[in-house]
């Protein structure tokens, strides 16, 4: 004989089972989906952050932003998550996002319109037009004194229109850019002839050499750029093109599918830009006549992956001893109030050796090629003399705050 008590449990558990059922059918369409969170469900924890994109991110950016994409499928998440994942240092603020295309700084403008104006010393990107200007006649007082200046150097990056930027690249775009830069190369001549060597064909030997010469860079490991996607599929379609000098090198998919780079021993930054822009325009066109350009717009000027790196993503920089006045308590202050910054002669995060510092303008946008290079000639200059001062034992002023340019 049946319970009558479990012949009601049983009853009740199959009308349940069969509710559950019901309500899975109706359910069908998400079959094979992932299960729809809200945006808000989504937004990162930056409590602890210290970066531009943290400082700007909203909750509500997040939830207008989160759903958009370029027309490369690059998303918002994509772009921040580099800067999710790298906190940054509290005295260090870092960008903390990266462009995975030309679109993504007009898609997701509203997080990266900010981050520009905080990394670029209150440049608006909606309001102002930046600047370029690569005639090196224009530079004057261009050669510093060799017995404080050990090497010159000018780089700065381009990016192929229509190509995804390293973060977001496919290999078949990663090795268009390699094709496409490398054939346009192929028409250097004079001085700036030279050749091309990949990465997937050199012996590790020859690698560490150049990389020890500073002429060629490493595999990214820095948790910065391996976060944003640049370091996959190493070393395919990376390299190096250089004249036979070695005064004029084209570095081909690393942070960006180009940099540029102009440098010589000693002092004369003057003769090291001349040859960068004499290099850089040809360059570009030998990229226009097979059908390609740079991209570029005139309020952001020339577009780079990095948000640092827009407008000019020139880096003008000098190894330079300064045993007296990099001990000086003063030498931070000067350093700033000229728009200068300091590295060790390694790079970045690496610690001076022997008093030597790598010294280079702090600004990309908002000013043109030849104003950052005159800048950091007029800045190194003074810098120079105040070693000069302090070897006599004279004193040193603080010069008056540089003060940004608006256009």
Known sequence: MSCPSCHLICTTLID???????????????????????????????????NCMASALTPAIYAKLRDKITPNNWTLDQ????????????????????????????????????????RHNGYDPRTMKHPTDLDASKIHSGVFDDHYVLSSRVRTGRSIRGLSLPPACSRSERREVERVTVQALAGLKGDLSGRYYSLTEMT????????????????????????????????????????????????????????????????????????????????????????????WNERLGYILTCPSNLGTGLRAGVH?????????????????????????????????????????????????EVELVQLVIDGVNYLIECEKRLEKGQDIKIPAPIQQSRK
């Open 79 to 118: 772009c921040i998550q580099t800067g999710v994942d790298n906190p940054g240092h509290p005295f260090i603020k870092t960008v903390g996002m990266v462009a995975g295309d030309e679109e993504s700084y007009e898609v997701f403008a509203e997080i990266f319109d900010p981050v520009i104006k905080d």
């Open 204 to 295: 590790e030997e020859e690698q560490q050499r150049l990389i020890d010469e500073h002429f060629l860079f490493d595999k990214p490991v820095s948790p910065l750029l391996t976060a944003s996607g640049m370091a996959r599929d190493w070393p395919d379609a990376r390299g190096i093109w250089h004249n036979n000098d070695k005064t004029f090198l084209i570095w081909i998919n690393e942070e960006d599918h180009t940099r540029v780079i102009s440098m010589e021993k000693g002092g004369n930054m003057k003769r090291v830009f001349e040859r960068f822009c004499r290099g850089l325009k040809q360059v570009e066109h030998l990229i226009q006549e097979r059908g390609w350009e740079f991209m």
């Open 16 to 50: 349940a089972k069969d509710q559950i059922r019901s309500a899975f059918q109706d359910l069908s369409f998400l079959k094979g989906c992932d299960f729809v969170f809200l945006n808000s469900a989504d937004y990162p924890d930056l409590r602890k952050h210290n």
């Open 320 to 368: 330079v001893r300064l045993p007296k006045l990099s001990k000086d308590p003063r030498f931070g202050k000067i350093l700033e109030n000229l728009r200068l910054q300091k590295r060790g002669t390694g790079g970045v995060d690496t610690a001076a050796v022997g008093d030597t510092f790598d010294i280079s303008n702090l600004d990309r946008l908002g000013r043109s």
